[in-house]
């Protein structure tokens, strides 16, 4: 019975599942020698990944159709040099070892030219340890998320962001509540890995210090009274301004859970969870969200004086289905925006080399809906540095202080916070950069 | 002291959960010997129906009703047409240990992926039915509103209520013959297979409590892959094996200690505890009573 | 006598062709391939600890997982701070892995069926998030494990995930060949007879309670290899790199191979590799509508699950012998 009855089996069965292997492999195409990877006579092939399901994904899963819509736009205006930008998109639920399977997927089995905007901080970390893009000179574009360590050039090469990173936000907004708020307890709650710890290290940079300090687990926010133990510590601490800064679905939690612990501090609302839409889609009344602090580097989603706005609501209503207009949408169209001048930039002959040098050499110079300037160069990988603050209104929506956008700039390290003088640049024609 | 109070209100309220889970998962164990993982699929099921009934008749209580009968539906034929079929085909062997948790595991993946096929992932939300305002006391406010306390008075109606049906009633005789010796209940004219499906059924619904009931609690979103919901599972399991797996006492007593010792290491220590303080418990309460908490040292090993 | 020793031998030449198979295969498969071959051995290793578990000693752990996890962060700790070989890594997370296992199977013994799946359960869910509390274990972000790029004899073309699959099928064969070996060993007897009836075995002269505290170590100790190979693939430790959805992975690869029986791992793992990848495919197909494409995998899987279950309950291989033993039967006695 046993032996080699049971050995041929074991054969067998290994002979077939490698001739399975390979013979569903996809044949190793011949590249012409003047064609990239990801690039044709026709198409752009770009790739991110995200949640799309799952915990964290409320509110970011609205980001790929975004930057699709805007692609598309582009596309039904002649594309790029006469190709066609498509996105595939791929979802990791927020777990970083899935982030890495998809990512080998995109860059292994779907063969795109670079990756646009993954998202998270712990997910992008894990990519570039273990598919390490920068060594295979994959370009890995304005990453969704603000963690500062990616504005590193010697360790992430081909990588480039595009937030604010979390320090500099973390900065900023020290500065606004020592100047608004010195007297006051003022509480924290944040996730509890390199995001939050980033926000931390801007924090102490600043010199800013909390009453109270509530780390909460990722993915936590779900299991039943755990957000309530959040509150509970924060108000015994008698926190009287309280900083969020988590994901969006905790962020709602903390909110809905201290409404209803009738538990009511000043509340400021960092920028990845700062979302009032998806806030508000997730329970909380838009009652609880009056008079809170928020920030963003863009403009606000219902200034319709701004041009941006305008031309992102237009191509939302006619290339996105008429979804909602929210920040996320925002943020996906101005990345997409961004995506398809570097394209433009890297001129004829588009590879991955001459995107990252069209980056470095013209970002700063880029047109974006931002209202701080890009800082691209050939040391710096850092896209947008500042916030300006404000404050939701009774329907929910980020307006900005004083009616006008008071730009806060600074940088990852210990310079100083100061009011920008920045004054942006028009919109190209129609939207459609040169 | 009042962070005390409330700690204790919030252990109390998730305890309730927990219990409501428990109670499920010990029902089905006690008259299958199974233990269901696709129960959380079902309270997901069930939950989603419960949602759509808001919808059409605008009225919480209703949809809750609604939810548990269709809750003891889909279980009932679950067990009548899943899993009598597996224990036909599996009745021995190592597999027979592992197979009717694999397979109810496989029924959890399908009606997941089935819900978001159909209904989509995106968040749907059931409001409360009654206020979540935590009532106050002296100018604090606790960490206890009114539907906490419905939340607390179910999972006490129901555990008392099956208590009762166990104890007291013809049904529950049969309910727990069949499960201790199904060949014996047989000779004795119990239809034992009818039965174990009663069983089910009633754990169908109490999990579809836990669900209607915790949506609201919570963020409110219900989605086809709330982690909350395996979470839930998870949770529920370990406070079943701490109260002892055999009675349904031990169920709410389990759900409510590992509540409250949750909500006391979560705010008096850290809250990034979480999963670390379930498995510590679970542990303790193992090496000090192996059998649970109400469970009885017995002859008949699982 | 000399029957086995035969046996032997010709076992070991056949693992020693497989290996020269499975490295020309790697020569000749685009590099998504190879670095699924590498995930395809961690999975074959992993079932193979959950079949000695579940299929020989009768034990069900439902949080295998958190075996993988001691043994990737034993594996990442010895290379990081020791500055160790990649091969004495692998043989630390082996030994970390085993001695949980030790422990964990000596409480185990205690505790039966459903306790011990909750024990497990609940150690899969707390374990890796211990790593959030104490900071050399590095945390949420977890510890870098680099095994380092291919050496340079190997040629400028040699990418780093062939190298990864050479070591992770290298350890995927040794570690099947001594497993093969234990279970046929007294050993291997001791549990089967164990898991048949523990009164007679028990009359027999076989300590339960020794027993099934081997098989959980030795178990643990091949969940901690393929923890280790994991690491490798993925180049980092983290808690979020073992989730509970591993756990129940390996129970589903156990069952798809076919739980009481060594020889269908292949199956398992490779099913378990395969699955998502024709789903992907399928949905493509279908047009590629964002509800296809997230929710057609978990629905594939899913069914396939159960239709093996109900199907196949024991497993293609068992099937498939007691299928040829019933037509062999049948010809036999016409």
Redesign the interface.
């Known amino acids: 019975m046993?032996?080699?009855n049971?050995?041929r089996?074991?054969?067998a069965?290994?002979?077939l599942?490698?001739s399975?292997?390979?013979l569903?492999?996809?044949p190793?195409q011949a590249l012409s020698p003047h064609q990239e990877v990801g690039v044709s006579s026709t198409e752009i092939k770009l790739g991110v990944t995200l949640p799309?399901?799952?915990?964290a994904?409320?509110g970011y899963?609205k980001v790929p159709s975004a930057m699709k819509a805007y692609f598309d736009y582009v596309n039904a205006n002649g594309g790029v040099g006469g190709k066609k930008i498509t996105l595939v998109?791929k979802?990791d639920?927020y777990?970083?070892?899935l982030a890495?399977a998809k990512t080998?997927?995109l860059i292994?089995?779907d063969k795109v030219f670079a990756l646009l905007a993954p998202l998270g901080t712990?997910n992008n970390?894990?990519v570039a340890?273990?598919v390490?893009p920068g060594r295979r000179g994959v370009p890995v574009l304005f990453v969704n998320t603000g963690y500062s360590g990616f504005a590193n050039k010697k360790l992430f090469p081909t990588t480039f962001s595009l937030l604010p990173s979390y320090i500099v936000e973390a900065k900023i907004m020290a500065q606004y509540l020592k100047e608004n708020f010195s007297d006051k307890k003022i509480g924290l709650l944040y996730q509890?890995?390199?995001f939050g710890d980033d926000a931390l290290a801007g924090f102490k940079q600043a010199g800013l210090n909390f009453a109270v300090k509530?780390?909460?687990?990722?993915?936590?926010?779900?299991?039943?009274?755990?957000?309530?133990?959040?509150?509970?510590?924060l108000?015994?601490a008698g926190a009287e301004v309280v900083v969020l800064f988590g994901v969006s679905?905790a962020t709602?939690?903390a909110l809905?859970t201290a409404?209803?612990?009738?538990?009511a501090p000043k509340w400021v609302l960092g920028s990845v969870g700062g979302d009032a839409t998806t806030i508000k889609?997730?329970?909380v009344p838009a009652g609880v969200l009056y008079n809170a602090t928020g920030a963003s580097f863009l403009p606000a989603t219902t200034d319709t004086t701004d041009e941006y706005i305008k031309l992102f609501q237009d191509i939302n209503t006619n290339y996105n289905k008429g979804a909602v207009f929210d920040n996320n949408v925002l943020v996906g169209m101005n990345t997409a925006f961004v995506t398809v001048q570097a394209l433009k930039a890297a001129g004829p002959n588009l590879t991955r080399k001459s995107l990252i040098t069209a980056i470095e050499k013209k970002g700063a110079t880029f047109a974006s809906a931002g209202l701080t300037p890009l800082m691209f160069s050939a040391t710096s990988h850092v896209g947008y540095a500042g916030y300006w603050f404000g404050t939701y209104g009774p329907t929910g929506d980020l307006k900005p202080n004083g009616g006008t956008y008071t730009m806060y700039t600074t940088d990852s390290a210990a310079g100083a916070v100061v009011k920008s003088t920045y004054s942006r640049p028009a919109m190209p024609a129609k939207g459609l950069p040169n | 002291m009042?962070?005390f109070i409330?700690?204790v209100l919030?252990?109390v309220?998730?305890g309730a959960?927990?219990s409501l889970m428990a109670i499920a998962l010990v029902l089905v164990w006690r008259s299958t010997r199974v233990v269901n993982f696709a129960q959380a699929g079902m309270a997901l099921l069930s939950t989603y129906i419960g949602y759509e009934c808001i919808q059409r008749f605008h009225s919480f209580w209703l949809a809750l009703l609604i939810a548990m009968i269709a809750g003891a539906g889909i279980a009932a034929v679950v067990d009548s047409v899943f899993m009598r079929t597996l224990f036909r085909r599996v009745s021995h062997g190592p597999i027979a240990g592992v197979a009717p948790i694999i397979a109810t595991l496989g029924l959890l993946g399908l009606i997941r992926a089935g819900l978001?096929l159909f209904v989509g992932?995106a968040?749907v939300?059931i409001?409360p039915p009654v206020s979540?305002?935590?009532y106050?006391i002296s100018g604090h406010?606790?960490?206890f509103?009114p539907l906490k306390l419905v939340i607390v008075c179910a999972a006490m109606i129901l555990m008392l209520a099956l208590s009762i049906l166990f104890s007291k009633t013809n049904i529950g005789l049969s309910l727990r013959a069949s499960a201790f010796s199904p060949e014996i209940a047989r000779l004795a004219g119990v239809k034992v297979d009818r039965i174990r499906t009663l069983g089910w059924a009633i754990a169908g619904a109490a999990g579809a409590a836990a669900g209607m009931l915790?949506t609201?609690?919570?963020?409110?979103?219900l989605?086809?892959?709330?982690?909350?919901f395996s979470?839930?599972l998870v949770?529920g399991f370990i406070a079943a094996v701490i109260g002892g797996l055999e009675s349904l006492l031990g169920a709410v007593l389990g759900g409510l200690l590992l509540?409250l010792v949750?909500?006391f290491v979560?705010?008096y220590i850290?809250?990034?505890l979480?999963?670390i303080t379930a498995f510590v418990l679970l542990i303790i309460v193992l090496l000090v009573r192996p059998q649970g908490i109400i469970g009885m040292k017995r002859g008949r090993r699982a | 006598m000399p029957r086995i020793k035969s046996?032997n031998f010709?076992?070991l030449l056949?693992f020693i062709?497989?290996g020269v198979?499975?490295f020309l295969?790697g020569n000749?498969?685009?590099?998504?391939?190879v670095?699924?071959?590498a995930t395809l051995a961690m999975y074959v290793i992993a079932i193979s600890s959950i079949i000695l578990l579940t299929g020989y000693s009768g034990q069900v752990s439902l949080g295998h997982g958190a075996m993988l996890a001691i043994g990737g962060y034993a594996a990442a700790l010895s290379h990081e701070h020791l500055g160790l070989p990649i091969w004495i890594c692998f043989s630390i997370a082996v030994l970390a892995a085993a001695a949980a296992g030790a422990v964990l199977g000596t409480a185990a013994a205690r505790l039966s069926g459903p306790y011990l799946a909750g024990t497990t359960l609940a150690l899969a869910v707390g374990l890796p998030?211990i790593a959030?509390q104490f900071p050399i274990l590095g945390?949420?972000?977890g510890l870098?494990f680099?095994v380092g790029a291919p050496p340079a004899r190997l040629g400028a073309d040699f990418t780093?995930y062939k190298w990864y699959f050479w070591i992770a099928a290298l350890a995927a064969l040794i570690a099947i060949w001594w497993l093969q070996n234990i279970l046929?060993s007294r050993y291997g007897r001791t549990w089967r007879a164990v898991r048949g009836n523990e009164v007679a075995a028990e009359l027999a002269g076989i300590h339960i309670g020794k027993s099934k505290t081997l098989a959980f170590t030795v178990s643990s100790g091949l969940a901690g290899l393929a923890g280790g190979v994991l690491a490798m693939?993925?180049?980092?430790v983290?808690p979020?790199?073992f989730?509970l959805s591993l756990s129940f992975s390996l129970l589903t690869g156990a069952v798809l191979a076919g739980v009481s029986t060594l020889?269908?791992v292949?199956?398992g793992a490779?099913t378990l590799v395969?699955t998502p990848?024709i789903a992907?495919a399928i949905s493509r197909r279908l047009g590629n509508s964002?509800n296809v494409?997230?929710n057609l995998p978990g629905l594939l899987v899913s069914a396939l699950l159960i239709l093996v279950v109900l199907l196949v309950p024991n497993g293609p291989?068992e099937q498939w012998r007691k299928f040829r033993a019933r037509s062999l039967h049948e010809v036999t006695h016409r």
Do not use: C, H
Request: hydrophobic content about 40%.
């Open positions: 046993f032996g080699l049971r050995g089996l074991l054969v069965t290994a002979v599942a490698t399975g292997l390979t569903s492999a996809m190793a799309m399901t799952g915990t994904s409320p899963n998109v979802d639920q777990v970083p070892t890495v080998n997927e292994l089995k712990a970390k894990a340890a273990a390490n509890d890995d390199d509530v780390p909460y687990a990722s993915g936590s926010q779900g299991v039943a009274g755990v957000p309530a133990t959040w509150i509970t510590k108000s015994a679905s709602g939690a809905a409404a209803g612990m009738k538990f889609a997730l329970g | 009042y962070q409330n700690t919030i252990g309220t998730s959960i927990y978001g992932n968040d939300s409001r979540n305002i935590g106050t406010t606790l960490a509103s915790q609201p609690n919570g963020t409110g979103a989605s086809p892959d709330s982690l909350d979470l839930l949770f509540g949750l909500a979560l705010t850290s809250g990034s979480v999963f | 046996t010709t076992r056949f062709v497989l198979a499975l295969l000749r498969v685009d590099e998504l391939r670095y699924q071959g998030s959030n945390g949420e972000q870098l680099d780093q046929r693939t993925i180049s980092t983290s979020s790199a989730p020889s269908g292949i199956i490779l395969a990848e992907d964002e494409t997230t291989v």
